[in-house]
């Protein structure tokens, strides 16, 4: 079993940062891709970017040169370090890892706005 628990988020203007976290317990030695993804009201879920365990990333095209993922293996965390955010970033936010054993874990999301 894998658990995750994130955490930032909140209200930012447009053009601001905010950096979300997600900490990661459980059976950390079966997780191979690490990632985030993202849900806006009435739309689908995206996934906005990816962490494989050596070091590869991959994001959705919208926020490629934003955003920036990165993976803590000696402390089992993934951060999302999001930059020049937009209204169009507005949604709620999850982490999940995937194991070795193709099983998907989620965190419990947590919500970006951004507006002024």
């Known amino acids: 079993q894998v658990q995750l628990v994130q955490s930032g988020g909140g209200l930012v203007q447009p053009g601001g940062s905010l950096r979300l976290s997600c900490a990661v317990s459980?059976?950390?030695?079966?997780?191979?891709?690490m990632a985030w993804s993202r849900q806006a009201p009435g739309k689908q879920r995206d996934l906005v970017a990816t962490?494989?365990?050596?070091?590869?990333?991959t994001y959705l095209d919208s926020v490629k040169e934003r955003f920036a993922i990165s993976r803590d293996n000696a402390k089992n965390m993934v951060f999302l370090q999001m930059n020049s955010l937009k209204p169009d970033d507005t949604a709620v936010y999850y982490c999940?890892?995937?194991?070795?054993?193709?099983?998907?874990?989620w965190g419990q999301g947590t919500q970006v706005t951004v507006s002024s």
């Open positions: 999940y890892v995937i194991t070795t054993r193709l099983t998907a874990y």
């Open positions: 459980g059976s950390t030695d079966i997780i191979s891709l």
């Open positions: 962490i494989a365990a050596d070091g590869r990333t």
